[in-house]
Each structure stands twice: as structure tokens, then as C-alpha cells.
């Protein structure tokens, strides 16, 4: 980590290496959570498809605004990779709140003939699940988060069913017993939170796939830790704990927020809520816009450059981080230039990201499968569900990766 402790020490420093980014926009902050897409037309605006920026702690990135060169970044690992070591190390505070931009040894994270490997594995392990058995147990978990308030008339969708909702089904496919499922989704919401008890909560997790790492090696069963287990391109266990561990996490948030951010266009907009008991459009294309208008991960971290290079007008160092924003690109008017129109069934997105380092398409598959048979449960047990305060009220968790509601309050008739 760094000596350079002081923010006069910082500011001097990036003065000196990072021209470029001396006044550069903070990617955090009220100005930017107040409207980040009003944020990004203004960079866009300023300078084109790449901008210099400044994470939290004022620690310079690129960040990537246009869908051609996010396409180019993600399609190029031997120039942009996620291995190769960030030139403002020194800078990073030894407290910095984004430590696990760094940290991780997943499979997102390794490069080459090792990221083949594992991504084989996990695509293998992930494409094994029964669909059918899925979306019956998908059903099931919905309707027994249902169950918990549907007397009430009244829920907050997101911590009640969104945030629940995926883990419970990650658990099961997994493996991990129904009856410490409990457990492992409130250290998955701790750990998401990033608050000073996440590295315990990590820990708990990373203890929980190691004991089930062991059990599946001695009795393999159907189940999705067993298929990484015992496949014959299986890494060895430091990375199989941090394979498992991405696949419990990748398939959390981004899922949650998918379902929070789909049922808030089904109550909000007019062409979704003419009535949620017949004549709207499906649940399927509610969700497809989501992913365009508002892709639950938002932004794109931990891409560097592996060699120095010329990128959107700007020469990028050799060391230098990208942020890639998805929200951007997906608003860049050079593939939109009606924003109003309706991108209909164009799956041009890159929600799941694109290139080597995409999410597997079976994971994609598992996300969409948990998070529509979650919302079409909530319409058909609560088909005359209604947001309980106005659509302006609603806030946004203030996140630079993610696009997800605070909160998601609603009211229906008790049932």
C-alpha cells in the first residue's frame, strides 16, 4: 500500500504522473449520484467517447463512455486485460473502500489459458442445471418469501423479496443446505453494503465453500459445486473457494436489482401498467428494457491497460485502470440517436458484458430464469400491486457499479 497518506501528498502526486487528470470529474459524490446519466451526457459532451476521471480517494481512471470503444476494450485482452498491476498502487489509502477492485482471484480475474480453464469449468457446472427443476424451485422460494408478508398489504419489495430472492435459489443450486441459507444471505447483504463488518462476513462465506468444497469431493451429488468439484479441468481449491464465491455474488445483486428495477418499470410506466392483470406487455420485455435503460451493473471495473496505447482521442499508460460504464454506452447517440425510440427485443446490450471476460451464458440464462419467474409469482399472487409512495420518491442506492432501488415500498390487497 501507500506512504503517501495525505491528500496534499495525493493531489501533488497525480499532478505530476496523471496531467491529465488534475480537476478531472469524481465518479463519486452528490453531484455525481444526484444524475449520473445527466453526469455522463455532460462528459460525453466534454470529451467524447473516453474521459479522465477520479475514483473515491481522487485516484485517476478512464472511464469509457461510447459502445465502440467499450466493444473494442472488451474484445482486446492484449491490451486491456485484468491482470496487469494498477500504476497508482502507491496512491490506493490502505483503507480505501473499493479494496476489492483489487483483491479478487476469480475467474473474472485471471487471464489467458487459466481463465479458459476455469470459465470452462464454471460454464460446464452452470449449463448441468436442470431449467425445468430451476424455475419449479424458483416458484417455490417465491412463493414462500410471498408468504411472509402477502397478509399485510404492505412490503418493501427489495429487502423483502429482490435482495432474497436470488441467493436463496444461488444456495440451492450450489448445494448449501436450506437450513444455513439463512446465514449465508444476510453475510451476502453485509458484504454488499461494504460496511466494517464485510471482511468478517467474507470470511464466513470463503469457510462456508471451503466445508463445502470438501463434502462435495467426498459425496459428489447433482448440484453445482459438485459439478466444479469433480470436473476434470477443476482448479485447485484456493480458486475453486474464489469460482464459488463469484458465483454466489455475480448471481446476487445484479439479480436483485434486475428484479427491482423490472417491477418499477411495470408500476411506473404507462405501455407496462395499463393493469397488471391483463393488457401490458410481458414480464420478458419489461425486463429486456431494463437491461438497456437500466442495467443493474451499471459500470464495469478492475480493466487495465497491459500495454501503453491510444484510446478515445487520449494516449492510456501502460498500468493505467479503465472504468467501463454500461449505462453510458447503452445511451451513446451514435447507436441511439432517438433515445425515445424502444430498443423492442434488441439484444445488442452489454449488460452481461462482452468478449472473453463476459458473464457465461449460462449464468445469464440462470439470472433470467430467477428473475422472471420471481416477478410473474409477485404479479399473480398480488395482481393489483401499487407503489405506495410516488414514482418521483424512489431513490437509487447511491453506487457507481450498480444500478438498484433503495427501497421499493408497495401496497396490495391482503391475501
Known amino acids: 500500500m501507500t506512504d503517501l497518506t495525505t491528500a496534499m501528498d495525493r493531489a501533488s502526486v497525480l499532478a505530476s504522473r496523471y496531467p491529465a487528470h488534475v480537476g478531472a470529474a469524481r465518479l463519486y459524490g452528490d453531484e455525481f449520484h444526484r444524475d449520473a446519466a445527466g453526469f455522463f451526457r455532460e462528459l460525453r459532451a466534454r470529451h467524447g467517447a473516453v474521459a479522465p476521471a477520479l475514483l473515491e480517494g481522487d485516484l485517476p481512471v478512464w472511464l469509457v463512455l461510447s459502445y465502440r470503444e467499450m466493444h473494442y476494450v472488451l474484445t482486446r485482452p492484449e491490451v486491456f486485460d485484468r491482470q496487469t498491476p494498477w500504476n497508482a498502487l502507491d496512491l490506493v489509502p490502505a483503507d480505501w473502500s473499493l479494496q476489492w477492485i483489487l483483491g479478487s482471484a476469480a475467474v473474472m480475474r485471471s487471464g489467458g489459458q487459466e481463465h479458459e480453464r476455469r470459465s470452462t469449468v ?21 412463493d414462500l418469501l410471498i408468504d411472509e408478508f402477502a397478509a399485510t398489504g404492505r412490503a ?58 470438501r463434502q462435495r469431493r467426498e459425496r459428489p451429488t447433482f448440484d453445482v459445486a459438485s459439478g466444479m468439484v469433480n470436473h476434470p479441468l477443476a482448479a485447485p481449491d484456493d480458486q475453486l473457494v474464489e469460482d464459488m464465491q463469484y458465483v454466489l455474488t455475480a448471481g446476487q445483486q445484479p439479480t436483485a436489482y434486475w428484479i427491482g428495477n423490472t417491477v418499477r418499470l411495470l408500476l411506473t410506466d404507462a405501455r407496462f ?116 409512495v410516488p414514482a418521483a420518491e424512489l431513490r437509487w442506492e447511491e453506487s457507481l457499479w450498480m444500478r438498484g432501488l433503495a427501497s421499493l415500498p408497495v401496497t396490495f390487497t391482503p391475501a
Open 122 to 142: 464454471l460454464h460446464d457446472a452452470l449449463g448441468a442445471v436442470d431449467q425445468l427443476e430451476l424455475r419449479s424451485r424458483c416458484e417455490r422460494i417465491a
Open 273 to 388: 401498467a395499463m393493469t397488471l392483470a391483463g393488457g401490458r406487455r410481458s414480464v420478458g420485455q419489461a425486463m429486456g428494457e431494463v437491461l438497456w435503460e437500466d442495467p443493474p451493473l451499471a459500470n464495469l471495473s478492475a480493466y487495465w491497460a497491459a500495454r501503453t496505447c491510444q484510446l478515445g482521442g487520449y494516449q492510456v499508460q501502460a498500468g493505467d485502470m479503465l472504468v467501463l460504464s454500461i449505462a453510458a454506452a447503452h445511451a451513446d447517440p451514435h447507436i441511439r440517436p432517438d433515445q425515445a425510440a424502444s430498443v423492442g427485443g434488441n439484444q445488442a446490450h452489454l449488460a452481461f458484458g462482452h468478449g472473453p471476460h463476459r458473464c457465461p451464458f449460462p449464468a445469464q440464462e440462470l439470472s433470467e430464469v430467477i428473475a422472471e419467474t420471481a416477478i410473474e409469482v409477485l404479479l399473480d399472487r398480488l395482481p393489483d400491486l401499487s407503489l405506495a
Open 156 to 213: 418493501e419489495l427489495m429487502s423483502e423479496f429482490a435482495l432474497r430472492m436470488p441467493v436463496h435459489v444461488v444456495c440451492w443450486l450450489l448445494g448449501i443446505p436450506l437450513d444455513e441459507a439463512s446465514a449465508v444471505v444476510r453475510d451476502l447483504i453485509v458484504l454488499m453494503d461494504l460496511t466494517a463488518e464485510a471482511p468478517v462476513a467474507y470470511g464466513r462465506l470463503l469457510a462456508r465453500m471451503q466445508d463445502l468444497i
